[in-house]
T-cell receptor, first 110, second 116 residues
């Protein structure tokens, strides 16, 4: 059974204070690892897809990295508008569905 | 990214009635759409996978007669909650994949269902 564990559950940062979110996964035949951002009362917004260990992707203040066991979402100099819940999900080769973690709720204070 | 539109964003219905939620892919054809349910401060729980022109595949524990899914076209899937009860109150979200070879899924805005 695929498993995705995200840590921490919640993270409070000061504006400009860089940090990382962790996503540990267990999946038989990883097809892709996904990061989404979810604002309260909204659907998830796609951020990144990572396919193989060593891959990195960046978007503005966010950078996602992938190893064989985990992924990190690095947030550099965050701003209050980065406050949201960040979800990690994996898909298995041969399957169309995603398995989600419980998310990390990020709060960035001005 | 691709746009998925979900309607309505909020709905309140009386216990025992049915409510339909629509999910449309606006700028692409979605051969596969997914329906999720999300409880407060919990992650997304997959309810069912719908493929255009065929019956939906429901996850274990999801009542197919209660949650009717229709995927009649490549741009529209609907979820009908039949004989709704207060315990069906939740946040329902749909998603769609751009194509069978594409792993990325894009999500609708979600529908907050409240059954009174």
């Amino acid at each position: 059974e695929d498993q995705v564990t995200q840590s921490p559950e919640a993270l409070r940062l000061q504006e400009g204070e860089s940090s990382s979110l962790n996503c540990s996964y267990t999946v038989s035949g990883l097809r892709g690892l996904f990061w989404y951002r979810q604002d309260p009362g909204k659907g998830p917004e796609f951020l990144f897809t990572l396919y193989s260990a060593g891959e990195e992707k960046e978007k503005e203040r966010l950078k996602a990295t992938l190893t064989k066991k985990e992924s990190f979402l690095h947030i550099t100099a965050p701003k209050p508008e980065d406050s949201a819940t960040y979800l990690c999900a994996v898909s298995r080769a041969g399957y169309s569905t995603l398995t989600f973690g419980k998310g990390t709720m990020l709060l960035v204070s001005p | 990214g691709a746009v998925v539109s979900q309607h309505p964003s909020r709905v309140i219905c009386k216990s025992g009635t049915s409510v339909k939620i629509e999910c449309r892919s606006l700028d692409f054809q979605a051969t596969t759409m997914f329906w999720y349910r999300q409880f407060p401060k919990k992650s997304l729980m997959l309810m069912a996978t719908s493929n255009e022109g065929s019956k939906a595949t429901y996850e274990q524990g999801v009542e197919k007669d209660k949650f009717l899914i229709n995927h009649a076209s490549l741009t529209l899937s609907t979820l009908t909650v039949t004989s709704a009860h207060p315990e069906d109150s939740s946040f329902y979200i749909c998603s769609a994949r751009v194509g069978p070879g594409n792993t990325e899924a894009f999500f609708g805005q979600g529908t907050r269902l409240t059954v009174v």
